[in-house]
């Protein structure tokens, strides 16, 4: 089999999980496409595993580990994301906007209270 | 101790004196008084004994002082602490001694309830103290640190009464105009210095003598310049009578025996530089001409007789610059040692009356009669001032002016060697025409001080033994000066000072008739003064002389409408100039062209260098800081805190990385 | 048998031109153009419970892919652990957070026309980087089994038996940091509800 199928399979559903991470509003949804994202990797190691016969197995060791992770981080992803719709409401990621300096557009009052 | 120990001590005792007067002048005032007084007189006696022991001098046989140490080497052209004692800088310490104590004894009584006097009595001491340095140094850079401490110095005593705004004008106008004189002076330095290769004046003089000067007329004019600007010559003499808004003492000090003399003092000991161009000798002696004419004018038309003093100072200036431009500097020393003591007691005298009179206004003085028997010992000393001020034969001031005819008259007429033709007819025609006004203005003022017809003088008490005291101690070498005529060669350059026959009988003749027409003109007028009541006069029984002088200047103004000049037909100088008065009394507007040439330039530009920081270089300084707030305005709007917004932005900015690297890779 | 020994074999075994495919390779373009697509919908669809079941699809076609690489352990603990624990996971997550069902039109931000050209980008990047550098590498999917069980496991248990045991206790921090984000909020929350009651009541 040539490689360039199950790479070029990896490379593609990396960029959707990309798309996802960058575009859902949700944050569930962007916990999801990281799972995409981690599995595209997954599919590189053991091809390219597969294809260099190694005598260690490194890619499928590091696949089976990086399921582990995977499913530790959204185990902890989904309780932070949990915590954050009790405390907050939402868990819209583009309303947690708590690092930004103002809410600019929320607050063009109040700016003109305070410039008056 | 030797003599170039005691020479050391002569400038650092009133130097040391005027530090501790600082120090103490306001924990322990008892100290103030004994702190100004005795380092000046030590420093006088010590330089009597220096001056005693150096003996005659170059003309005398006696090898001058000469006495240096290099403390750090300063470059190419090196400074030394050097000492230069010779028969000139004897007699000038001397006289600056002398007058120096008699004006910090005579303070001590004319300023003897001034909140201010530590300070002043100090200032007084650091100043002879710069005098002193001087005249002693060998080295022009240490004669400069001296010249710039006077001018300072000058600044504060000057502005002593700054509480009136006369004084504070005329102690900047004193700074400013000197200065406008030193900058050349620097340069003129700086040049000399480099042409010689030494600051050293035993080296400069050296080089002059092997010829070894490149720009001797460039030097000798930029020099010029100092020269003029500090012994107030023509066109940089107009702070001198402003410069009488000081108290009196200070007029004495600084405006007649030491400060103006250190230009002449200057010229004298580089003669030799200046002799080498014939230019700067004929553009010196012109400048010697109109100073003397034109202050002799102004003096006859001046009201406040401290202003007088002050005229009369420039034109006694200008004899030493006639005499230093036809090449005989033992003449022009000779006239600065008889000037220094007679103008020192004039003013101090001048301070008596002022106080007596509780006016500072000829005009009102002659309204006044008994002053004379108020104030004998003023009358009798001034009047020998005044005498030898005018060069009447036994007195001293006859024996120098008539040296300074006498070496005019040898350079007219080609007899001496180095001084041009020219140069002596002009200052001798100049000289003569001087003799005359000097003797109207003198017989002016003595007439209109002492002789006035009115009401009695105001009785203002006894004046203090030590200002009294002081003017008889000064009347001493006004009368007797003269007779050291004969002794003084062995201390200059050894030629004669002594008067000729045809010069005697052409000054004296030219002196008694401006006497006596004055004395006429006088007569004529006087019978006006009862019809025009006229008068400021102040009355302070109890109050320290300076008070009646500060309030006398402050009210001059206020009732004639001119600090120089009052609206007096009885006034002799009136009558004698004409038309010329009202010009004469304004000092020839040279203030005004001052003001057109200088001030109003420099108005000028600092308004346009105001303008220009205001308005061009803010502009850029708002600027950075405006845009700067722009930017960050503009950054601040990235700053969104939507998380997918900056991971947007990372990811396409690490893809575009990527891609460059993968390119550059490929090789493409 | 060497990494590089590997290598050189495989590159010298380049197999034949991709218009004559083997059974493996038309089966792999078929699944993962059917993984592919389901990953497409998982990530644009609209309807939040079907996008997590689109993701089953993918995941589940993504160990379809393994298994068709002779991966066959990780195969199926793909399908246990992704599909079997964490879709459902993710599924409990969007009912807790009362995730709309239905379609909700809101489901993307407005960062997506950034996004879309970030991802195509990066997908162009990398598919022509891949393809420029693997055109000619062919896979030997013959002789022994790669990834069965038993190689797997002696694989795991002989080389990688520190790294697995450290992920243990990863795993076991990640469920106490679970169970403390959980609950530390919730208690948090019950003892103001009961300060708040008990502050009525006494009112």
Redesign the interface.
């Known amino acids: 089999?040539?490689?360039?199928?199950?790479?070029?399979?990896s490379?593609?559903?990396?960029?959707?999980?990309?798309?996802?991470?960058?575009?859902?509003?949700?944050?569930?949804?962007v916990?999801?496409?990281v799972?995409?994202m981690l599995?595209a990797v997954?599919?590189n190691l053991?091809?390219f595993?597969?294809?260099?016969?190694?005598?260690?197995?490194t890619g499928?060791?590091l696949?089976?580990?990086v399921?582990?992770?995977?499913?530790?981080?959204?185990?902890?992803g989904?309780?932070?994301?949990?915590?954050v719709?009790?405390?907050r409401g939402t868990?819209?990621?583009?309303r947690?906007?708590?690092?930004?300096?103002r809410?600019e557009p929320d607050a063009p009052a109040q700016k003109a209270e305070a410039t008056a | 101790m030797t003599t170039t120990t005691l020479a050391v001590l002569v400038p650092l005792l009133p130097f040391l004196g005027a530090v501790a007067g600082l120090l103490l002048g306001r924990t322990s005032p008892g100290f103030v008084r004994p702190l100004a007084v005795l380092p000046t007189l030590t420093a006088a006696g010590l330089a009597v004994v220096v001056a005693v022991r150096q003996g005659g001098g170059s003309g005398g046989g006696t090898a001058p002082l000469e006495a240096a140490t290099r403390l750090t080497p300063t470059g190419s052209v090196p400074i030394d602490l050097a000492l230069s004692v010779d028969g000139f800088a004897a007699l000038v310490a001397v006289l600056v001694g002398v007058v120096a104590s008699c004006v910090q004894i005579y303070s001590t009584g004319y300023l003897r309830g001034d909140a201010r006097y530590p300070s002043y009595a100090a200032l007084v001491s650091l100043f002879t103290s710069a005098m002193l340095l001087v005249v002693y140094s060998g080295d022009l850079m240490v004669l400069l640190v001296g010249w710039e401490i006077m001018g300072i110095c000058s600044y504060f005593l000057v502005g002593h009464y700054w509480e009136t705004p006369e004084a504070r004008a005329a102690s900047l106008k004193a700074f400013l105009v000197t200065k406008l004189g030193d900058v050349p002076f620097l340069f003129g330095l700086f040049a000399l210095a480099t042409d010689a290769g030494t600051f050293r004046i035993s080296g400069i003089l050296d080089t002059v003598a092997s010829g070894g000067l490149d720009h001797p007329t460039l030097v000798a004019l930029l020099l010029l310049a100092g020269v003029a600007g500090k012994s107030a010559q023509f066109p940089l003499h107009t702070w001198l009578p402003d410069a009488m808004a000081g108290p009196t003492p200070v007029s004495a000090l600084i405006h007649a025996a030491t400060m103006v003399a250190a230009g002449i003092y200057f010229v004298a000991r580089l003669l030799p530089v200046f002799a080498a161009s014939t230019a700067a000798l004929v553009v010196l002696a012109a400048i010697a001409a109109i100073t003397m004419v034109g202050s002799a004018l102004a003096a006859l038309a001046q009201d406040d007789i401290k202003r007088v003093l002050a005229y009369s100072t420039i034109g006694q200036l200008g004899y030493m610059s006639g005499a230093l431009a036809v090449g005989d500097r033992g003449a022009a020393v000779f006239h600065l040692l008889a000037h220094g003591v007679f103008k020192a007691l004039l003013f101090l005298g001048a301070g008596v009356i002022i106080h007596a009179a509780g006016t500072n206004s000829l005009a009102a003085m002659s309204r006044m009669s008994g002053l004379p028997k108020r104030i004998p010992d003023a009358y009798w000393t001034m009047a020998v001032a005044l005498l030898a001020l005018a060069a009447i034969p036994p007195f001293a001031g006859f024996f120098s002016k008539e040296s300074v005819l006498v070496a005019a008259e040898h350079a007219a007429f080609g007899e001496a060697g180095n001084a041009s033709g020219a140069a002596g007819w002009t200052v001798l025609i100049a000289g003569l025409l001087t003799a005359l006004l000097t003797a109207a203005y003198a017989t002016r003022l003595w007439l209109l001080a002492f002789r006035g017809r009115g009401a009695e003088a105001p009785d203002h008490g006894r004046q203090p033994v030590a200002m009294n005291a002081v003017l008889w101690v000064l009347a001493v070498p006004s009368i007797g000066l003269g007779l050291a005529v004969g002794y003084l060669p062995d201390w200059f350059d050894g030629h004669t000072l002594a008067p000729n026959l045809t010069t005697s009988v052409l000054g004296t003749g030219v002196v008694l008739v401006g006497g006596l027409v004055t004395y006429a003109c006088w007569r004529h007028t006087t019978a006006l003064a009862a019809r025009t009541p006229i008068g400021a006069v102040i009355a302070h029984p109890d109050a320290e002389p300076a008070v009646a002088e500060v309030e006398a200047m402050e009210i001059h103004t206020r009732v004639y409408g001119s600090i120089a000049s009052a609206p007096d037909p009885a006034d002799p100088g009136r009558l004698l100039l004409g038309p010329l008065h009202r010009h004469a009394a304004v000092g020839f507007h040279l203030d005004a062209v001052h003001h057109r040439l200088f001030v109003r330039p420099v108005l000028a530009a600092a308004q346009l260098v105001r303008f220009l920081d205001r308005e061009v270089v803010d502009t850029y300084v708002r600027g950075a800081g405006t845009g700067t707030r722009w930017l960050g305005a503009a950054v601040r709007r990235a700053q969104t805190g939507n998380v997918q917004t900056y991971l947007s932005a990372l990811l396409a900015g690490s893809l575009v990385l990527a891609i460059a690297a993968v390119l550059v890779a490929a090789g493409a | 048998m060497s990494v590089a020994a590997t290598a050189a074999s495989a590159t010298a075994a380049a197999g034949p031109g991709f218009l004559s495919p083997s059974g493996v390779e038309i089966a792999f373009l078929l699944v993962g153009l059917v993984t592919f697509g389901a990953a497409l919908v998982t990530v644009t669809t609209r309807q939040l419970v079907h996008a997590a079941l689109w993701l089953v699809v993918t995941l589940g076609g993504l160990a379809v892919e393994y298994l068709l690489l002779t991966a066959e352990f990780i195969a199926w603990v793909q399908v246990l652990i992704y599909v079997g624990s964490v879709v459902v996971l993710l599924l409990f997550g969007l009912m807790l957070t009362k995730a709309p069902i239905g379609r909700s039109p809101d489901a993307d931000s407005g960062n997506r026309p950034v996004a879309s050209a970030v991802a195509v980008a990066a997908a162009a990047a990398l598919v022509w980087v891949v393809v420029d550098a693997f055109r000619t590498t062919w896979i030997d999917l013959g002789g022994p089994a790669q990834g069965s069980t038993e190689v797997s496991g002696r694989f795991l248990f002989r080389n990688w038996v520190l790294p697995f045991e450290a992920l243990s206790v990863l795993l076991l921090a990640a469920l106490v940091g679970a169970i403390v984000l959980s609950r530390k909020n919730g208690a948090a929350r019950a003892d103001g509800n009961a300060a708040g009651g008990s502050g009525k009541e006494q009112r």
Not at chain 1, 11 to 29: K, Q
Not at chain 1, 91 to 94: G, K, L, Q, T
Request: proline fraction near 1%; include cysteine; aromatic fraction near 6%.
């Open positions: 089999m040539h490689l360039v199928y199950p790479a070029v399979l490379a593609l559903l990396f960029c959707t999980g990309l798309y996802g991470v960058l575009a859902r509003r949700n944050a569930i949804l916990l999801m496409s799972e995409l599995n997954n599919l053991v091809a595993d597969v294809w260099l016969r190694d005598t260690l197995h499928q060791a696949t089976l580990f399921i582990a992770v995977a499913a530790a981080e959204i185990g902890i989904l309780a932070i994301v949990l915590m719709h009790r405390n868990s819209d990621v583009d947690l906007r708590d690092t930004a300096e809410q």
